[in-house]
């Protein structure tokens, strides 16, 4: 795969399925995460937009 360097300003070039595989992966490593927002991510992930959108709307400041 071609990884460029940090200071690389061309882009990964990563297929579809290569970038859902990442996402995946880092949702793996998020452990410290509200899990509401967790939550959140998996209604989304899941094809929930209504239930998302709701639970998100109920975790914006009150100010």
Do not use: K, N, Y
């Not at 360097?5 to 882009?11: H, K, N």
């Not at 990563?14 to 991510?41: F, G, S, V």
Request: proline share 11%.
């Amino acid at each position: 795969m071609d990884v460029p360097e940090a200071s690389d300003p061309r882009p990964l070039r990563l297929t579809p399925a290569q970038r859902r595989q990442r996402l995946e992966d880092c949702w793996q490593l998020e452990c410290d995460i509200d899990p509401m927002i967790l939550r959140a991510r998996l209604l989304r992930h899941q094809g929930a937009w209504p239930q998302a959108v709701c639970l998100e709307q109920e975790l914006l400041p009150l100010f």
